[in-house]
């Protein structure tokens, strides 16, 4: 039985260790070990968890099948228009792949940004990373590239996509 909920303080390790096995499997590919260990030291440490749940800078949901977490999300309004909101983060353990957890997650948000009275869902995707077909299968069309300066010499190479949902 699949539930999504929504995640507290308390769900940060489940958070991190999430992003651990879903990390390497997808990034392996397209960017060095050393960047993958940097950008997750970086964006998925505990204590960044935990203070973007206290702190309200990102809601996080997880996506549980029975008891056991298999996926997560996060998202919130762009802090430079908040007629936007963003999709910061969505991924799924790899052994999930093709089962509708992604699916499941990315509906949870839309309902989100439309029960705010928004319209408009955003994310940032690696132009290498083949999920771009999964957001361009859910609606999803690149509207711009960026390169992000992230420290360390690394760099995050995107498109910016966006899809307009239904109120």
């Known amino acids: 039985m699949i539930s999504i909920k929504p995640a507290t303080v308390d769900d940060a390790e489940i958070i991190r260790s999430l992003a651990e ?3 390497w499997p997808t990034y392996s590919p397209i960017l060095s070990k050393e960047q993958i260990s940097y950008m997750l030291n970086l964006m998925y440490s505990f204590d960044t968890i935990q ?4 702190n309200r800078e990102q ?11 298999k ?3 996060a998202y919130a309004p762009r802090i430079e228009n ?11 353990l ?17 309902k989100a940004v439309t029960l ?11 132009k290498y990373n083949p999920a771009i077909g999964f957001y361009e299968r859910e609606g999803f069309a690149k509207i ?5 300066d992230i420290g360390e010499g690394y760099q995050m190479n995107d498109y910016v996509m966006q899809k307009k949902l239904q109120p």
């Open 94 to 110: 790899p052994e999930t792949k093709g089962m509708g957890f992604g699916k499941a997650l990315l509906a949870e948000v839309e």
């Open 82 to 92: 908040k007629e936007i909101y963003k999709l910061h983060k969505i991924y799924c």
């Open 144 to 148: 711009y590239e960026e390169d992000i």
């Open 21 to 23: 096995a879903t990390w």
């Open 51 to 54: 203070s973007q749940i206290t």
């Open 59 to 69: 809601t996080y949901i997880i996506l549980y099948d029975g008891e056991s977490p």
């Open 71 to 73: 996926g997560f999300a």
């Open 116 to 126: 705010a009275g928004k319209e408009i869902l955003e994310l940032n995707v690696n």
